[in-house]
């Protein structure tokens, strides 16, 4: 028997500073006297993970042990960000290691500030994967995430004469977060053909044969929960030819090139990740690299599954997998397939394991999002799931029939099967028939998947198939970590950092926000935060802004229907007002600085064109002698996980301003507000369900309501369309190319004027000009202002990731925590 090894306790900050020399001097073979900020960087993530591999293992030990059901989160993306500070303060350790790191002469925020993003994701759909495995984390569940181990993630953004200009974000140079396992390798199939004979009892056996092999490699992450010996693991699986290196047959026969093509061609799947966000292309690669992911992760669950010798009925008490959003739909196939041509059981017995294991969550209503496959490719590609797929179908179909024998248009409009020319696999109907629940994101998301794309589905399976768990954020990051100042001071008042594991706690904020030295306190941090803002942006683009001017903010990906164009041509009228302003007019008016920030994808052409204007209004603007501090425009380049958490404490109010019904939820909305910031946003996503908790009078809300986009859109369409007075003189100016050739910014003006204005920018334009308007007056009264913010932050507390994930766990995964003896 051996003696268990025991990790450093880092009970002084002495302690943690010996364990970072001896990674210096030792792991990187470097002497304290070249030690730079990245070599510091290295040792202290290394001297930390130590800490947190043994927590990991005891988790897993404990879960192997307990052989608790599991939860499985499916995610093609995981927008983590940097681990390492995440990682101190998940395990209370900053202090001391803050100190360690003083004593070697280095300034921890420096240290922090060096690690790469983990960018494996577009935006709200991948950074809502990483508060949830915080959560899970946090509150004890035995759970998984799955997802790919891109070695490229999303582009990084550079700005180039005002245009976006992509550059590949390369992050694996040196990752202390990741374990390789090349002990779990799992051969994934693709291509060949589908052979069928009957076996000697007469039952029709269907053998997926020939094609080629890739292996999936395992790459682990430890997922530390805040003040708990729970680490959960999140899996991502990366793509390596079958025949190692490069084939050597054909590398003998004087092929080379071949066979190193083999190879890449194999290593291209995990390669990089799709930068679209909310557009679906149907590229053979993506879909490669989706039956990759869930393939691998199928096997590696079932196989942890087949260890505890469970009979196959049982399979759906142990595992709950929850898809997120249709990308992993093909593992509802995959399992199929394994319980019938692997497992040989049932079709019927197969597919009730299959539904009772699965949960899909909806994540956007647009169109153009919703994945269809064509049949061809599929057909081509994993020639056993589209047999399987149609057979799906078939019992699904005649199910229908039965149920709604008279409604022969029905079975057409809920076919897995779309009967166009190719003819395509709709997923998220094939995820719909494959799963016991599927959730919204939002209430008001929720309800319009009912009543709209999934509306024959309520008719087929009944309302109660459908739910609502609304998007959450994880205080931990997005207020202890980002806004540590914020949070000293709530925990001062509310007992301590309590309240990060119960966030209604934040209620007893209340009978602070007519305090007048809680709310000096309170602005003072705001006050800090925004010169910190101010500083990166005199850093990055060389403007000087005014910390005590009003920040305006819009930071998220750039989409048309997010109305970051609106934002901006109200910007124009704002600069239009303010030149035609007296001076005694200027003095009454509050400066303004809008900032904005966000990635268009590379091939979205309109967005790039958003992202222009922005950047060529700010060069006028900022140099007009005539504005002065009276209002700045900046665009923020290159906004992710690690700028966001500069960037949501500095604000003032954010906007939140896509049109109605558009926007599934949101989350950076909730950020903001719990950082003290307000809101100006629509009646869209859970801006309502903000306004619900936060009362009325704390939210600037604008524009036309949900219900009322249909109508709107026909009128443009077919009656008569007029557009806003004040935007025909914002388009005005553009055309006297104020800001600019006019011509590079034909298309935005035309959208609206020309071509049904889908959007309708010009129908909420007014709405938001005079909100807008209600801001500054609203600003000008600081002390009402701060007052507003007290009370939001106070009522926040529902939007925790944590009530969202009990909620899953109640609602759709039916599962408990597993509590470790004791809790930190
Ligand atoms: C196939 C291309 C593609 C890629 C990503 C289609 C759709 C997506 C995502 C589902 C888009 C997305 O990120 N949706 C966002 O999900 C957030 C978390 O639920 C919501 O808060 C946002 O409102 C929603 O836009």
């Given at each position: 028997?051996?003696?268990?090894?025991?990790?450093?306790?880092?009970?002084?900050?002495?302690?943690?500073?010996?364990?970072?020399?001896?990674?210096?001097?030792?792991?990187?073979?470097?002497?304290?006297?070249?030690?730079?900020?990245?070599?510091?960087?290295?040792?202290?993530?290394?001297?930390?993970?130590?800490?947190?591999?043994?927590?990991?293992?005891?988790?897993?030990?404990?879960?192997?042990?307990?052989?608790?059901?599991?939860?499985?989160?499916?995610?093609?993306?995981?927008?983590?960000?940097?681990?390492?500070?995440?990682?101190?303060?998940?395990?209370?350790?900053?202090?001391?290691?803050?100190?360690?790191?003083?004593d070697l002469g280095f300034r921890i925020e420096d240290i922090i500030s060096q690690e790469h993003d983990a960018a494996l994701g577009n935006g709200g759909l991948g950074r809502l994967a990483a508060c949830f495995l915080d959560s899970?984390?946090?509150?004890?569940?035995?759970?998984?995430?799955?997802?790919?181990?891109?070695?490229?993630?999303?582009?990084?953004?550079?700005?180039?004469?005002?245009?976006?200009?992509?550059?590949?974000?390369?992050?694996?140079?040196?990752?202390?977060?990741?374990?390789?396992?090349?002990?779990?390798?799992?051969?994934?199939?693709?291509?060949?053909?589908?052979?069928?004979?009957?076996?000697?009892?007469?039952?029709?056996?269907?053998?997926?044969?020939?094609?080629?092999?890739?292996?999936?490699?395992?790459?682990?992450?430890?997922?530390?929960?805040?003040?708990?010996?729970?680490?959960?693991?999140?899996?991502?699986?990366?793509?390596?030819?079958?025949?190692?290196?490069?084939?050597?047959?054909?590398?003998?026969?004087?092929?080379?090139?071949?066979?190193?093509?083999?190879?890449?061609?194999?290593?291209?799947?995990?390669?990089?990740?799709?930068?679209?966000?909310?557009?679906?292309?149907?590229?053979?690669?993506?879909?490669?690299?989706?039956?990759?992911?869930?393939?691998?992760?199928?096997?590696?669950?079932?196989?942890?599954?087949?260890?505890?010798?469970?009979?196959?009925?049982?399979?759906?008490?142990?595992?709950?997998?929850?898809?997120?959003?249709?990308?992993?739909?093909?593992?509802?196939?995959?399992?199929?397939?394994?319980?019938?041509?692997?497992?040989?059981?049932?079709?019927?017995?197969?597919?009730?394991?299959?539904?009772?294991?699965?949960?899909?969550?909806?994540?956007?209503?647009?169109?153009?999002?919703?994945?269809?496959?064509?049949?061809?490719?599929?057909?081509?590609?994993?020639?056993?799931?589209?047999?399987?797929?149609?057979?799906?179908?078939?019992?699904?179909?005649?199910?229908?029939?039965?149920?709604?024998?008279?409604?022969?248009?029905?079975?057409?409009?809920?076919?897995?099967?779309?009967?166009?020319?190719?003819?395509?696999?709709?997923?998220?109907?094939?995820?719909?028939?494959?799963?016991?629940?599927?959730?919204?994101?939002?209430?008001?998301?929720?309800?319009?998947?009912?009543?709209?794309?999934?509306?024959?589905?309520?008719?087929?399976?009944?309302?109660?198939?459908?739910?609502?768990?609304?998007?959450?954020?994880?205080?931990?990051?997005?207020?202890?970590?980002?806004?540590?100042?914020?949070?000293?001071?709530?925990?001062?008042?509310?007992?301590?950092?309590?309240?990060?594991?119960?966030?209604?706690?934040?209620?007893?904020?209340?009978?602070?926000?007519?305090?007048?030295?809680?709310?000096?306190?309170?602005?003072?941090?705001?006050?800090?935060?925004?010169?910190?803002?101010?500083?990166?942006?005199?850093?990055?683009?060389?403007?000087?802004?005014?910390?005590?001017?009003?920040?305006?903010?819009?930071?998220?990906?750039?989409?048309?229907?997010?109305?970051?164009?609106?934002?901006?041509?109200?910007?124009?009228?704002?600069?239009?007002?303010?030149?035609?302003?007296?001076?005694?007019?200027?003095?009454?008016?509050?400066?303004?600085?809008?900032?904005?920030?966000?990635?268009?994808?590379?091939?979205?052409?309109?967005?790039?064109?958003?992202?222009?204007?922005?950047?060529?209004?700010?060069?006028?603007?900022?140099?007009?002698?005539?504005?002065?501090?009276?209002?700045?425009?900046?665009?923020?380049?290159?906004?992710?996980?690690?700028?966001?958490?500069?960037?949501?404490?500095?604000?003032?109010?954010?906007?939140?301003?896509?049109?109605?019904?558009?926007?599934?939820?949101?989350?950076?909305?909730?950020?903001?507000?719990?950082?003290?910031?307000?809101?100006?946003?629509?009646?869209?996503?859970?801006?309502?369900?903000?306004?619900?908790?936060?009362?009325?009078?704390?939210?600037?809300?604008?524009?036309?309501?949900?219900?009322?986009?249909?109508?709107?859109?026909?009128?443009?369409?077919?009656?008569?369309?007029?557009?806003d007075p004040a935007l025909l003189q914002v388009f005005a100016e553009i055309r006297k190319n104020t800001f600019g050739d006019a011509e590079s910014f034909t298309a935005l003006v035309s959208a609206i004027e020309d071509h049904g204005?889908?959007?309708?920018?010009?129908?909420?334009?007014?709405?938001?000009?005079?909100?807008?308007?209600?801001?500054?007056?609203?600003?000008?009264?600081?002390?009402?202002?701060?007052?507003?913010?007290?009370?939001?932050?106070?009522?926040?507390?529902?939007?925790?990731?944590?009530?969202?994930?009990?909620?899953?766990?109640?609602?759709?995964?039916?599962?408990?925590?597993?509590?470790?003896?004791?809790?930190?």
């Amino acid at each position: 028997a051996w003696k268990k090894f025991q990790p450093k306790e880092f009970a002084t900050p002495e302690e943690f500073e010996s364990e970072v020399v001896r990674h210096v001097e030792t792991t990187l073979a470097r002497s304290m006297f070249n030690c730079d900020e990245t070599a510091a960087y290295a040792a202290t993530s290394l001297a930390l993970r130590d800490r947190l591999i043994m927590e990991w293992n005891q988790t897993q030990q404990r879960h192997t042990f307990a052989d608790n059901k599991r939860i499985y989160y499916l995610s093609l993306e995981f927008l983590m960000g940097r681990a390492l500070d995440n990682a101190m303060l998940n395990v209370g350790k900053k202090e001391v290691a803050k100190e360690g790191l003083l004593d070697l002469g280095f300034r921890i925020e420096d240290i922090i500030s060096q690690e790469h993003d983990a960018a494996l994701g577009n935006g709200g759909l991948g950074r809502l994967a990483a508060c949830f495995l915080d959560s899970m984390a946090s509150l004890n569940y035995p759970a998984w995430g799955y997802g790919l181990r891109y070695r490229y993630g999303i582009f990084k953004q550079e700005i180039v004469d005002g245009y976006q200009v992509e550059v590949p974000d390369y992050w694996l140079d040196f990752n202390p977060w990741e374990f390789p396992r090349h002990d779990i390798v799992v051969d994934i199939q693709f291509f060949g053909h589908v052979r069928k004979y009957e076996d000697d009892d007469g039952k029709p056996i269907s053998v997926w044969e020939g094609g080629e092999i890739v292996k999936a490699v395992a790459y682990d992450v430890p997922i530390p929960g805040f003040k708990t010996a729970t680490t959960n693991n999140l899996r991502l699986w990366s793509s390596k030819a079958a025949s190692g290196e490069f084939d050597f047959q054909k590398f003998n026969s004087g092929d080379y090139e071949s066979a190193v093509a083999e190879t890449q061609r194999a290593e291209t799947i995990s390669a990089v990740l799709y930068p679209n966000d909310n557009l679906e292309r149907g590229k053979e690669l993506r879909l490669k690299q989706q039956y990759f992911w869930v393939a691998a992760s199928l096997y590696d669950i079932v196989r942890r599954f087949k260890k505890s010798k469970r009979p196959w009925n049982e399979f759906p008490d142990q595992v709950a997998i929850q898809l997120n959003d249709t990308h992993p739909t093909l593992a509802i196939v995959e399992l199929q397939r394994i319980l019938i041509d692997l497992e040989k059981l049932e079709w019927d017995e197969a597919w009730s394991i299959v539904t009772k294991t699965f949960g899909y969550t909806n994540h956007t209503v647009l169109p153009e999002a919703l994945e269809k496959w064509s049949v061809p490719l599929m057909q081509n590609l994993l020639p056993r799931h589209l047999l399987i797929i149609y057979e799906i179908n078939l019992y699904f179909l005649q199910s229908v029939e039965r149920k709604f024998p008279k409604d022969r248009d029905l079975l057409g409009r809920v076919s897995i099967i779309e009967e166009s020319q190719p003819k395509m696999v709709r997923m998220a109907f094939l995820a719909i028939v494959g799963s016991h629940k599927v959730n919204g994101v939002a209430e008001l998301h929720s309800d319009l998947i009912k009543s709209t794309i999934f509306k024959d589905f309520v008719k087929v399976f009944g309302p109660d198939k459908f739910t609502n768990v609304t998007n959450g954020i994880t205080p931990r990051r997005w207020l202890h970590q980002a806004n540590p100042r914020l949070s000293e001071l709530i925990a001062s008042k509310t007992g301590g950092l309590g309240y990060l594991k119960d966030l209604n706690i934040l209620n007893e904020l209340e009978k602070y926000a007519d305090d007048k030295e809680f709310k000096k306190e309170w602005a003072e941090i705001k006050y800090a935060n925004k010169v910190r803002l101010a500083k990166h942006i005199k850093e990055t683009t060389g403007v000087t802004v005014n910390p005590a001017a009003l920040f305006d903010i819009q930071v998220k990906r750039i989409h048309e229907y997010k109305r970051q164009q609106m934002n901006i041509f109200g910007v124009i009228h704002r600069y239009l007002t303010i030149k035609a302003m007296t001076p005694e007019e200027k003095k009454k008016l509050a400066p303004r600085v809008s900032i904005f920030g966000g990635k268009a994808a590379p091939g979205y052409w309109m967005a790039k064109t958003i992202i222009h204007l922005i950047n060529s209004v700010g060069a006028v603007v900022n140099n007009d002698k005539d504005v002065g501090d009276l209002l700045k425009v900046i665009f923020v380049e290159d906004y992710n996980v690690s700028k966001a958490e500069i960037i949501v404490p500095a604000s003032d109010i954010s906007e939140h301003i896509s049109t109605a019904g558009t926007e599934a939820s949101g989350t950076s909305n909730m950020k903001f507000v719990l950082n003290g910031g307000l809101i100006i946003g629509t009646c869209d996503g859970a801006n309502i369900e903000i306004t619900r908790e936060i009362g009325e009078s704390n939210i600037f809300l604008f524009g036309n309501l949900a219900e009322e986009v249909e109508d709107l859109r026909h009128t443009h369409n077919y009656g008569e369309h007029i557009i806003d007075p004040a935007l025909l003189q914002v388009f005005a100016e553009i055309r006297k190319n104020t800001f600019g050739d006019a011509e590079s910014f034909t298309a935005l003006v035309s959208a609206i004027e020309d071509h049904g204005d889908y959007y309708l920018v010009s129908d909420d334009f007014n709405s938001y000009i005079q909100t807008q308007a209600l801001v500054d007056e609203a600003y000008k009264n600081q002390d009402e202002w701060i007052t507003k913010t007290i009370l939001s932050v106070a009522r926040m507390g529902f939007f925790s990731s944590d009530r969202c994930i009990n909620e899953y766990a109640e609602s759709i995964w039916n599962t408990e925590p597993l509590n470790p003896e004791e809790d930190k």
